[in-house]
């Protein structure tokens, strides 16, 4: 069996917001089970509440002392950087064959299961842009010296548990701490897998990427995404939805516009009195 896992820390009512949709989304695009992991140390036990009934399991860590109250300057000023390094708790879960962590500033476009069948371990390598196909699963050999030329994005990581792996993870936060990298959770995963493979890009279609791809390999973007990723950005789907931003996204980036107006059709739209009334609760 294998899952997917959403993984949580911190209070704000804006993340709840989001990973309730994202979960709703996610559940009719997988047959597998879903894990919500959340933190001890800061999770509302209200937050654990309301998102029961859209997941498989709730698994709680403690991240006190690995991620969390320990020395950091994050280069994003809105959360801790640090504390997306807690996919290594994911490594625990080894009741699984595969785990694939996924993060709530997504859109799943369709049934995504046959993501399990990819080699692993595997993440996005945008360097493959110009350099290989991003299309493909292939395996790229790395070192310690060359790691650091490598540029992928951590949103959606596809590995097998270990406890073996998870320790490792322990001893190598101590690096990334001390040297404070810039995406410390994409650089550790670097560090702890002598190989990566290729996550192809329909898999985490990030959003600056979208036109380039469909024009570089001539396919239909439209029709080849199975997830498309709103990363680097603090605004996220929602945001676009309730700020009506759609109109001026349709003349920036009409690819995303596409995606998110069919989400507000089927998710949006459809769920949007049942979670409002949802946080007003809180």
């Given at each position: 069996m294998n899952a997917f896992v959403l993984i949580h820390f911190g209070n704000k009512q804006k993340y709840l917001e989001l990973e309730i949709y994202f979960l709703k989304n996610l559940r009719t695009n997988?047959?597998?089970?879903?894990?919500?992991?959340?933190?001890?140390?800061?999770?509302?036990?209200?937050?654990?509440?309301?998102?029961?009934?859209?997941?498989?399991?709730?698994?709680?860590?403690?991240?006190?002392?690995?991620?969390?109250?320990?020395?950091?300057?994050?280069?994003?000023?809105?959360?801790?950087?640090?504390?997306?390094?807690?996919?290594?708790?994911?490594?625990k879960l080894t009741q699984y064959k595969k785990i694939c962590t996924v993060e709530s500033d997504m859109i799943i476009v369709n049934n995504i299961d046959d993501i399990f069948n990819l080699n692993t371990p595997s993440v996005l390598l945008l360097q493959t842009i110009d350099k290989g196909n991003i299309l493909e699963n292939y395996k790229l050999e790395k070192n310690i010296e060359n790691f650091e030329d490598f540029d992928i994005n951590g949103g959606i990581m596809l590995f097998e548990p270990s406890l073996e792996k998870f320790n490792i993870c322990l001893e190598k936060l101590k690096i990334i701490t001390e040297k404070n990298y810039k995406y410390p959770n994409e650089t550790l995963f670097l560090f702890i897998n002598e190989y990566i493979y290729n996550l192809p890009y329909k898999y985490n279609g990030t959003k600056h990427q979208l036109i380039i791809i469909g024009d570089k390999y001539n396919i239909d973007i439209k029709k080849y995404m199975s997830i498309i990723h709103l990363n680097a950005t603090e605004y996220k789907y929602i945001d676009i939805i309730k700020d009506n931003f759609l109109t001026t996204l349709k003349k920036r980036n009409p690819i995303l516009f596409y995606f998110i107006n069919n989400y507000k059709k089927e998710y949006y739209d459809k769920n949007y009195d049942e979670i409002e009334n949802i946080l007003n609760t809180i």
């Open positions: 997988t047959n597998n089970d879903i894990i919500y992991l959340y933190s001890i140390v800061d999770t509302p036990v209200i937050f654990i509440n309301i998102i029961k009934k859209y997941c498989t399991r709730i698994i709680p860590y403690d991240d006190n002392n690995i991620t969390y109250n320990v020395k950091f300057s994050s280069f994003y000023t809105h959360f801790n950087l640090l504390r997306v390094c807690n996919f290594i708790f994911a490594y």
